[in-house]
């Protein structure tokens, strides 16, 4: 690996922890370490803190704080919401999704499938978008709850959640938006969105892994997917992770502030980097729509080489990006968002996802233009016929 300054293009995977956020967390693990739940003077300032988050987080997403709930990250949100509309709505056993979700809700689909409920998988288009047609005619008399994503993790496509809660709302159907890459990249109102549940997760905005948040829109059916002490206004039972909430709150404060920048600077960085790319590499093709998707997301397939080798090589010199979802890194599976948009199987494999931050400079996009050419050049020469294994064909980066 180089010994120049890591280039860090992962940020849709997790964040680096703000400075301020682990200032902000140090007190609940060394002064403030009582049990919020408790009675006595030591749990009063944990008590005090946590709430005083919730104002943090709730003010990023345009919610009143009663209205929020804290799960351990988006995969406990986004499986509360299901469940929830599921149980509080015996008779009905449809659920509608999209083919691009994070896999926290098609395999919790699936396996709701094998306990005899159905689910409709809408289809995106050749740019990931969605029709609301399609999802008009999904909805059934049995439907229980529309589950859709408002910003893809992979191409950073937006689907246009205000209107699909619309119709939803036009159906009586209960609609969440797992909203977690959008939040600190995109102003959020849940109450213009008109959503019924979103989801967030605290490490996509600069805090620490372990911590998410549930909206439940006042009046929507709700029942607690984990049950325990009460904790929550009895929403989510567990002893509350205090250090952890305390720091969503400062990043969700440190988010609202950056809006502004993730629209302009660092959607300059991505128009850049992706631009030069787009030139200097033959056989390169962005995967999906120029527009509406998130400021900070690029994902570009090359074609005649695997992506994991070009991970590989870009590891050696310090840059670090992905080729879709981190939790669904190492499977040899093709990208099931690629594949929903139709994305020939030779490109999907050699398809890389850089997703820039508020840490990223004008030297970090200078650099990949610097190495990634010669590198995926090495590989098509080393490889002439399509890669087997990411480490095949590998050639001697000095």
Not at 305 to 312: K, P, S, Y
Request: charged share 20%; net charge negative.
């Amino acid at each position: 690996m180089s010994n120049e300054r890591l280039v860090y293009l992962d940020n849709n995977a997790t964040t680096r922890v703000a400075p301020e956020v682990v200032e902000a967390m140090l007190p609940c693990l060394t002064k403030h370490w009582g049990n919020p739940s408790s009675a006595y003077d030591l749990a009063t300032e944990p008590a005090r803190m946590i709430e005083a988050a919730r104002g943090q987080v709730a003010k990023l997403i345009g919610a009143d704080p009663r209205h929020v709930v804290f799960t351990s990250c988006g995969t406990e949100s986004n499986n509360t919401a299901i469940q929830s509309a599921l149980h509080c709505q015996p008779a009905k056993r449809h659920i509608i999704t999209s083919a691009v979700e994070h896999s926290a809700n098609i395999k919790l689909c699936r396996l709701l499938e094998k306990r005899g409920y159905e689910t409709t998988f809408l289809p995106v288009d050749l740019d990931g978008g969605i029709d609301l047609c399609e999802l008009q005619a999904a909805i059934r008399p049995d439907t229980a709850i529309v589950s859709l994503m408002w910003a893809n993790n992979e191409t950073g496509v937006l689907f246009p959640v205000e209107e699909l809660a619309a119709v939803c709302r036009s159906h009586g159907v209960l609609f969440h938006t797992d909203a977690v890459q959008a939040a600190g990249k995109l102003p959020i109102d849940v109450q213009q969105l008109g959503v019924d549940f979103l989801s967030l997760s605290a490490h996509k905005l600069r805090a620490p892994k372990g911590i998410g948040l549930l909206y439940v829109k006042p009046g929507s059916p709700f029942q607690p997917y984990i049950i325990g002490g009460g904790q929550e206004r009895g929403q989510r039972g567990g002893t509350e992770n205090v250090a952890n909430i305390v720091a969503f709150g400062k990043a969700a404060e440190l988010a609202l502030g950056h809006i502004d920048d993730e629209n302009t600077r660092v959607r300059a960085l991505r128009d850049r980097l992706e631009r030069s790319i787009l030139q200097a590499i033959p056989g390169s093709v962005r995967n999906g729509g120029g527009e509406p998707r998130l400021p900070n997301t690029s994902n570009i397939g090359f074609d005649g080489v695997e992506a994991e080798a070009i991970l590989l090589l870009l590891d050696r010199e310090g840059i670090c990006a992905s080729s879709g979802s981190a939790c669904t890194t190492g499977s040899i599976e093709p990208s099931h968002v690629l594949e929903a948009m139709s994305v020939p199987l030779s490109r999907s494999k050699g398809s890389l996802r850089f997703s820039l931050g508020q840490d990223n400079t004008e030297a970090d996009v200078n650099r990949v233009l610097d190495k990634l050419p010669a590198i995926v050049s090495r590989l098509r020469d080393a490889s002439p016929e399509p890669l087997g294994q990411a480490e095949a064909h590998l050639p001697n980066a000095d």
